[in-house]
């Protein structure tokens, strides 16, 4: 049993109110033990594939072949797809994301934020399969028209990281619109005092003390990037592929996973055990940049506190 909080004002907490913070602590230590449990698999059954002779830590880490079948398991490949398709997304999410935020911040009125809020909502809502299919039968054509057929593969990262940017877009437009929103209004008011017009108040005042937001929204995004599955799946590729032109097929981590996942792999063998010490890759580079994310907040914080 918890020791319930005291009051504020020193008097004895309700009865009812103390069985809701035992609700709430209990809802707290569950997800925190989910997550433990989850890290927990992850490590148990990597340690698994790192221990079979097939796999060395370091052509892990540095080979340029992911060939399970033969014994070659450098993970490279993956994760250059991965973080091909992210930088796509992040190239099309951030600037259009943020040009929304500040629009609706700024600029709409009231009537035109109530009409454009809810479909960035919609957009949220749509099945990741639904963009999946949507980057294979519209944004690849498209790619293809543009640059030719024979420059841009059927499958390739460029359409599937487009896509995803699409994906992110309204996680990024609605978290950087509560960012620039809780900025104080005394700092546009003084900058509109010396001077300065809407534009070079937005841009050179108000997106500047709402960088610890900014950041954070844009890291969080690219965790949402780096973690998609069924865009890349249908979209990217099913080869590991190491090559830095977007035009041409490449399969990520999440991609990989999915195939793996759906085949007849046997319990408890090499490819099997593979899946987890990508997911715990996965995990470490998630948890590394929410990491960078909060150090990045705090800074900015402190400055525009």
């Not at 433990?36 to 221990?51: H, R, T, Y």
């Amino acid at each position: 049993m918890i020791k319930p909080s005291k009051h504020p004002f020193g008097r004895k907490t309700p009865m009812n109110e103390r069985i809701i913070e035992t609700l709430l602590f209990s809802a707290a230590a569950l997800s925190v033990a989910v997550t433990v449990g989850i890290v927990i698999v992850l490590v148990k059954e990597s340690f698994l594939f790192f221990k079979s002779p097939e796999v060395d830590l370091w052509g892990f880490l540095s080979g340029r072949k992911w060939q399970p079948m033969v014994g070659r398991f450098g993970i490279l490949p993956l994760v250059n797809a991965t973080l091909t398709t992210s930088v796509i997304a992040m190239s099309l999410g951030i600037p259009v994301g943020l040009c929304v935020a500040v629009y609706l911040s700024e600029y709409a009125s009231d009537k035109t934020r109530g009409l454009l809020k809810p479909i960035l909502e919609i957009l949220a809502g749509v099945p990741t399969i639904v963009y999946g299919y949507f980057a294979l039968t519209f944004m690849t054509p498209l790619l293809r028209g543009i640059f030719g057929e024979n420059t841009v593969e059927i499958y390739n990262t460029a359409s599937a990281g487009l896509v995803i940017g699409i994906l992110v877009l309204p996680m990024i437009a609605t978290l950087a619109e509560d960012a620039i929103g809780a900025v104080p209004k005394e700092l546009r008011l003084a900058a509109y005092a010396l001077g300065g017009t809407k534009l070079e108040t937005v841009f050179k005042v108000v997106i500047p003390a709402a960088l610890s937001g900014l950041s954070a929204t844009f890291l969080l995004a690219l965790s949402r990037a780096i973690g998609e599955t069924m865009i890349v799946a249908l979209a990217a590729g099913a080869g590991p592929n190491l090559t830095f032109n977007p035009f041409k097929a490449a399969e990520t981590i999440t991609g990989y996973i999915v195939r793996i996942s759906g085949g007849d792999v046997s319990y408890n063998s090499v490819d099997y055990n593979s899946i987890f010490a990508l997911g715990l890759v996965l995990f470490l580079i998630t948890f590394t940049l929410n990491l960078i994310s909060r150090k990045i907040s705090e800074k900015f914080h402190q400055e525009y506190e």
